[in-house]
């Protein structure tokens, strides 16, 4: 019987968050904690049985109907399987069992932010597709079901860094009309990882939530510290495609101000968690740090021109109760999206 295994990694957002939901671009690197998926053909035809490890563990079985699934009785289902399964419209046939793993974007228990539900959309929805044999619309498919998943708040800049590995500038424009996901314009370019520029990935401990962040940005006005964010983030993206250090460090340093005027006007918390201490840290080294994605805990980077310096301020973090990711960003080589036929 087939089967088929496909990957994806995480993501860190190195610049841009917040100012990317306006159209602004972002810079996103791919990270060495990868989603898998695994579909395997069964002997029974109407059965779907689904393990997940890290994400939502446990079991969950459903029914074929052929016009979509059935969960089991009294059985809490799995939105994100169930939104990949009805965009992916499968007739199988045969049976599936499907296993869902997450578990390395954990430390422990504990979620460390990095992507992973992004991750796993884009594996798995390749994965449908690939085994239905219409693999050609898998990428926008990917972001239409993340997009419902995040209720349309989301960039998409998770999904894009998933599909397309390494370090990219990410940029979405909306259409505005209801075509969602498949309409919008949306740009991504591959860029260098600046040579000469250093980096370490520190996580906080403690968990964030991006939905309740957007939700409560979402409630109120638009305001002025908007367009300066806007401003920073286009200036932080054309430093990062230069790949002159001193500039990447510079216009780095002026979004994370713009960034921290951002989210004092609109209460975000984005350097709580630990991360303002780690900012103020980080300035008396002549380094850079930044919180990653919507902040308030996670993960955050610290930048700089020396491996040295780097390395001492990650050991000061570590001091601060942070604890110092294998994540390797210098080079940012790590592989995007793969899907692989098995011979069992």
Known sequence: MKSLLASAPGKLVLCGEYAVLEGKPAISAAVNRRARVTLRETSDAAQIVVTTAGFEAG????????????????????????????????????????????????????????????????????????????????????????????????????VATSISGGLIQFQRERSGNSGGAASDRISVSDIGWPEGLEAAVLFSGVAASTPMKLKRLDAQARRPVSDRLAAAAVAAAAAWQGGAVAAVLAATDDFVSSLADFSATYDLDVFGGGHSALIELAAKQGLVYKPCGAGGGDVGVVLGDTADRVAHFTKCAEENGFKLLDLDLVGSDVEGLTVEWMHD
């Open 59 to 158: 079991t969950y079985r459903y029914r074929s109907t052929g016009s979509g699934l059935e969960p089991a009785c009294d059985q809490a289902g799995l939105p994100l399987f169930e939104s990949a399964w009805a965009v992916a419209t499968i007739d199988t046939g045969a049976g599936l069992s499907i296993e869902l793993d997450t578990e390395a974007f954990f430390l422990g228990p504990k979620k460390l932010g990095l992507g992973s539900s992004a991750a796993l959309t884009v594996a798995l929805v390749h994965a449908l597709l690939t085994w239905q044999g219409d693999a050609t619309r898998a990428d926008v498919s990917s972001r239409l079901v993340h997009d419902v998943l995040q209720q349309g708040r989301g960039s998409g800049v998770d």
